[in-house]
């Protein structure tokens, strides 16, 4: 199972959807006129009680801003949009092997 | 304190198996398959923090591995390598067993707190734990006291019996899914033979004192 953590300054809302192998977050309710600053970092991905930051190069995000509608690699949110996490069982064992050897 | 009935959930113990599936590196020994878990590794910390609140609050652990038994072992404690660390005790806890197979692990009353193993002075030679000194009966000191015929026959037929000589039983474990065995560290133990050879599969801790 997948968790998120989030460390959230602002009003950015947040409607989260994990699955065994994806995960999908909503970011939501930015005034990009009153709250220019606002922002979400999501500092940690778990998948079965283990920290897997290299989970974040498997993410994308689809934002409303114009200039930045698609990203990669998002752990620092600042637009409303559309970010989500998709990897495989065998993503995972070569996370470790990376990690481990 | 001799064991910890559910210690891991039927789900941890799952959990242990798949941990195993997605390493890089297992060991054979000739005995066993072994799988280091990393367990002082960041990524595992919240693994670690589930574990260690599991045991009694003076204790820290040293050691997590994963083993995949194919056969029996040999004698040996579970004691320091190179330095005495305040050795606690070790938890044994099996993740996988066969229905139609006993399990058990024997402790003897002899004690060792550098850990040492008699493999070759049982017959299974260079087999097995590979790190642990090889000692042999009388180096240590053991007497010649005829070991207990009646649990060599019903446990430890793959020794040599001459070799068990001076030995004498504390305690047998009976395996359980998800029971926590627990002997100090010191103590001499053994796995008993069994019958189906890839049918079993244990998570082992051992600790200190803090």
């Known amino acids: 199972m997948i968790e998120l953590e989030f460390k959230n300054n602002g009003s950015l809302q947040t409607k989260v959807t994990c699955n065994n192998y994806d995960a999908t977050v909503e970011f939501f309710g930015k005034n990009y006129v009153k709250n220019t600053a606002d922002y979400v970092i999501i500092s940690?991905?778990?998948?079965?009680d283990l920290i897997l930051p290299e989970l974040f190069e498997f993410t994308t995000m689809i934002t409303d801003n114009k200039d930045y509608l698609n990203l990669t690699n998002v752990n620092y949110v600042s637009f409303n949009g559309i970010w989500q996490l998709n990897f495989t069982e065998e993503d995972i064992k070569l996370i470790m092997k990376k990690k481990l050897t | 304190m001799k064991q910890i009935d559910k210690f891991f959930s039927k789900e941890e113990c799952d959990w242990f198996l798949w941990y195993h599936s997605i390493l890089p590196e297992t060991r054979n020994n000739g005995q066993r398959l072994l799988t280091l878990t990393h367990f002082n590794q960041p990524f595992f910390s919240r693994k670690l923090a589930q574990l260690q609140k599991k045991l009694p609050q003076n204790e820290q652990i040293t050691t997590v591995n994963i083993n995949f038994d194919y056969s029996a072992g040999g004698v040996?404690?579970?004691?320091?390598?190179?330095?005495?660390?305040?050795?606690?005790?070790s938890y044994l806890i099996p993740i996988k067993v066969h229905d139609a197979d006993a399990y058990y692990t024997i402790i003897f009353k002899q004690k060792s707190p550098k850990a040492v193993t008699f493999n070759e002075e049982l017959g299974l030679g260079s087999k097995g734990i590979t790190t642990y000194k090889q000692t042999t009966r009388k180096e240590y000191g053991l007497a010649n006291t005829p070991f207990d015929k009646e649990v060599y026959n019903k446990y430890l037929t793959h020794l040599d019996y001459s070799g068990l000589g001076g030995f004498t039983v504390d305690y047998i474990h009976k395996w359980k899914l998800g029971d926590a065995m627990i002997w100090p560290r010191e103590n001499f133990h053994v796995s008993a033979n069994f019958t189906n050879k890839d049918s079993r599969a244990s998570v082992l801790i051992t600790t200190r004192y803090k």
Do not use: L, M, R, V
């Not at chain 2, 040996?76 to 005790?89: K, V």
């Open chain 2, 76 to 89: 040996h404690s579970d004691g320091y390598i190179d330095e005495n660390n305040n050795i606690a005790n």
């Open chain 1, 44 to 48: 940690n991905i778990y998948f079965k």
